[in-house]
């Protein structure tokens, strides 16, 4: 049995989905369903008894502990984040709370569970720290892109909680002998994304006849991870990863966010046109910069694939295409993630 963080969100919901799509071990899901938690991304596990949700905060040590003493599971996966940047600038408080002391209060509870275990079980279990790329920094974009020994240079609220969260992963393996595992992932996307994030809002605002929000010039580059391809080298890392080590997770696909959105528009042209026969890129709308915006980030996942032999089986254009195809068949669930509240945010952020 594991246990899960987080499982609701969008990484750690697709993650619960491939595990049982794939074994028959079961999952402990622990989620606080803030706003980006969404049980409607479990729902295909309503009846099935490997799943066992529990609404809790990572930060209640009490009840963490609880159900480590209870379920006794041989590895913990961390997913639980406060993650958008756009909202850690506005509200720096809650990332704060959740990404550095949650985790602090996480790890504590893990810590004193793997501690009483009998030795076999203690040698076996595993600590797994999901993380981002962006705790490095912004490249220059004929800089070499992020390995696993690159300093950490975080330039937003949000990233700065990660990053913090990640040295006290390191720190908990170092001084009390906890054996952890950390992955550094770059942009995911896929099915089951919140739409506030760029690929989600771009395709719902785009049907929508809304405005398609850029930030600045749209030249911003990141690296783009298909969600299941994430799933499956966090998997491997479980399974193969060395204890103490930390792996970077990526796409090998660095594309500037413009040519994503218009990658999107011509997608949607050709899957559901407009009515009135125009092109959806005329949606396009530039809108002014966020503060400190990271200009690139790109992830080297060589490591990874040399000594775990992972690597993504999607690119690109196969990845987006699943997405852009999940999200024009399911409807229901993206009717249901936009709620009053989540509204309001868009119209707050992008006016």
Not at 17 to 32: G, M, R
Request: glycine residues 8%; proline residues 4%.
């Amino acid at each position: 049995m594991i246990l899960v963080t987080g499982g609701a969100g969008f990484i750690g919901g697709n993650f619960v989905l491939d595990w049982l799509a794939q074994s028959d071990e079961p999952v402990i899901n622990v989620d606080k369903l803030t706003y980006a938690g969404n049980l409607d991304t479990l729902a295909s596990l309503k009846d099935d008894a490997r799943h066992i949700f529990v609404r809790a905060d990572i930060g209640d040590k009490a009840l963490i502990s609880e159900l480590l003493a209870k379920y006794q599971p041989r590895a913990v996966i961390n997913f639980a984040a406060e993650s958008h940047v756009d909202r850690s600038i506005s509200g720096p408080g809650e990332f704060i709370q959740t990404n550095v002391v949650g985790t602090f209060n996480l790890l504590e509870s893990v810590r004193g569970y793997w501690s009483d275990l009998a030795a076999e079980a203690k040698a076996a279990f595993r600590f797994l720290h999901v993380s981002t790329d962006e705790v490095y920094g912004s490249l220059a974009s004929d800089d070499p892109a992020f390995t696993e020994t690159k300093t950490y240079e975080p330039n937003s609220p949000y990233s700065a909680s990660k990053a913090a969260s990640d040295h006290l992963v390191r720190a908990w393996h170092h001084t009390y002998g906890l054996p952890v595992l950390t992955t550094n992932c770059s942009n995911n996307y896929g099915p089951y994304h919140f739409p506030e994030k760029l690929i989600p809002l771009v395709i719902l605002n785009a049907l929508a006849g809304k405005a398609l929000p850029i930030y600045g010039d749209g030249q911003q580059i990141r690296d783009w991870l298909y969600v299941k391809d994430h799933c499956s080298a966090i998997r491997r890392v479980l399974e193969a990863g060395v204890v103490g080590e930390t792996y970077n997770v990526g796409g090998w696909n660095e594309k500037p966010n413009l040519d994503v959105v218009h990658t999107i528009c011509q997608m949607l042209d050709d899957r559901q046109p407009r009515s009135d026969g125009k092109a959806y890129a005329e949606q396009i709308t530039y809108v002014t910069d966020r503060p400190g915006h990271d200009k690139r980030y790109a992830i080297d996942a060589g490591k990874l694939e040399r000594e775990l032999g992972w690597k993504p089986a999607e690119t690109f254009e196969t990845g987006i295409a699943k997405t852009v195809d999940w999200y024009l068949t399911h409807q229901d669930w993206v009717q249901n993630v936009t709620s009053g509240a989540y509204q309001n945010w868009i119209e707050q952020q992008y006016s």
